[in-house]
């Protein structure tokens, strides 16, 4: 199957930094890619859509100030955490829609774990 | 409203089989996934059902009724490796997935 990596796997940042984590489909392109927030012992929680050469958009509740996508090629899409304080600490998944497969599966990068001191 | 339901949590023998049940109510349908997800790790895909039906993968089967909007996941020869939470998602219209909050597999030997 498709392959999509995640940098870093696991960070560790000062309460106001900002952090920035990367996606990349390493065999495919990807027109579209997604970013995931998931809590301990939840669910994933769909943040935003990335789509290549345009502007993400954004669920409800999450603040696009805060959390800036750029997906600037068709293989790279980018979460820059701004500003980051102890409750976002989460583990963030990527995954991406591969054009060349029927079923608009979504392949998942392996996650980054973010923890804010 | 969109909404996917699944049991929260279930519990199961080694070598026995376990069946977990996901309804779904999406706008429009494009198809249900069924995602592993071990603890701390990123999920991975299972299965993917469009038309009525089941589709046998080795161990693992899934089957979809779409006028009931009711698909489930079968485990047969369950294994303690398959102890993990097993994400339910329905695809809708726009092609965007619709998430169950995940069944936790617990298997005891």
């Known amino acids: 199957g498709a392959v999509v990596s995640q940098h870093p796997s696991r960070v560790i940042c000062k309460s106001g930094t900002s952090v920035k984590i990367e996606c990349r489909s390493l065999d495919f392109q990807a027109t579209t890619m997604f970013w995931y927030r998931q809590f301990p012992k939840q669910s994933l929680m769909l943040m935003a859509t990335s789509n290549e050469g345009s502007k993400a958009t954004y669920e409800q509740g999450v603040e696009k100030d805060k959390f800036l996508i750029n997906h600037a090629s068709l293989t790279l899409s980018t979460l820059t955490v701004t500003s980051a304080h102890p409750e976002d600490s989460s583990f963030y998944i990527c995954s991406a829609r591969d054009l060349g497969v029927n079923y608009n599966e979504q392949f998942f990068g392996p996650g980054t774990r973010l923890t804010v001191l | 409203g969109q909404n996917i339901d699944q049991p929260t949590e279930m519990t199961a023998t080694e070598g026995a089989i376990v069946q977990i049940n996901c309804t779904y109510q999406t706008s429009g349908f494009n198809g249900l996934f069924w995602y592993q997800q071990h603890a701390g790790e990123a999920p991975t895909f299972l299965s993917y059902?469009?038309l009525d039906g089941l589709e046998e993968k080795g161990r693992f089967s899934s089957f979809l009724s779409r006028s009931k909007g009711y698909s489930y996941l079968l485990l047969k020869e369950l294994q303690m490796k398959d102890s993990a939470s097993y994400l339910c998602a329905a695809m809708d219209s726009n092609y965007q997935l619709i998430w169950g909050a995940g069944t936790k597999l617990i298997i005891k030997p």
């Open positions: 059902n469009v």
